[in-house]
T-cell receptor, first 112, second 115 residues
Framework: GNSVTQMEGPVTLSEEAFLTINCTYT??????LFWYVQYPGEGLQLLLK?????DKGSNKGFEATYRKETTSFHLEKGSVQVSDSAVYFC???????????FGAGTRLFVKA | DTGVSQDPRHKITKRGQNVTFRCDPI?????LYWYRQTLGQGPEFLTY????????KSRLLSDRFSAERPKGSFSTLEIQRTEQGDSAMYLC?????????????FGEGSWLTVV
């Protein structure tokens, strides 16, 4: 079946630290991959996406590269800010499909 | 450009009561989804509409749950005879058939607390 596995949180970093949140997936077809972010009390916002192998999605200083050989889509940011504190969800949708499958989420705390 | 809107944002109800949530998708989007999210978990798929047709329902959607999208625009999700286990955030999302990569866009969610 199709599934997404993320590293467990919470992840606690100091401001300006480097961030990596690991995400691996299992898919029966050719998925599109996504990172969504959820701030407290709010819905999910699309952060970035990649639709094919070796694509790099980027937004607001965050990046993730679609690695087919390792079935991974790790989220990185070079220098985090307090305002990046949120829950981050890795997700996939199979090409031609409609159901988006989410990981359990990774909570990030950034300290000033 | 308006996003996906949901109403109400918060609902507290007594066990056994019925509740209804409304979702207005992005206007040009013909696909609409309902997800449920509990604390510490990712969203779980409940159901999917393409235009007015409900094309898939998750086994999570018991007989007490019903969703409609009568004119292919807004959608409602009704929960009958609510139980405490129904307490969660109900998320609506929409997408366009023409959207590459199947990106879905979420609303702010409707929090349900059953007491």
């Amino acid at each position: 079946g199709n599934s997404v596995t993320q590293m467990e949180g919470p992840v606690t970093l100091s401001e300006e630290a480097f961030l990596t949140i690991n995400c691996t997936y299992t898919a029966t077809g050719y998925p599109s991959l996504f990172w969504y972010v959820q701030y407290p009390g709010e819905g999910l916002q699309l952060l970035l996406k990649a639709t094919k192998a070796d694509d790099k999605g980027s937004n607001k200083g965050f990046e993730a590269t679609y690695r087919k050989e390792t079935t991974s889509f790790h989220l990185e940011k070079g220098s985090v800010q307090v305002s990046d504190s949120a829950v981050y969800f890795c997700a996939l949708t199979i090409a031609g499909g409609f159901k988006t499958i989410f990981g359990a989420g990774t909570r990030l705390f950034v300290k000033a | 450009d308006t996003g996906v809107s949901q109403d109400p944002r918060h609902k507290i109800t007594k066990r056994g009561q019925n509740v209804t949530f409304r979702c207005d998708p992005i206007s040009e989007h013909n696909r609409l989804y309902w997800y449920r999210q509990t604390l510490g978990q990712g969203p779980e798929f409940l159901t999917y509409f393409q235009n007015e047709a409900q094309l898939e329902k998750s086994r999570l959607l018991s007989d007490r749950f019903s969703a409609e999208r009568p004119k292919g625009s807004f959608s409602t999700l009704e929960i009958q005879r609510t139980e405490q286990g129904d307490s969660a955030m109900y998320l609506c999302a929409s997408s366009s058939l023409m959207n590459s990569g199947n990106t879905i866009y979420f609303g702010e969610g409707s929090w349900l607390t059953v007491v």
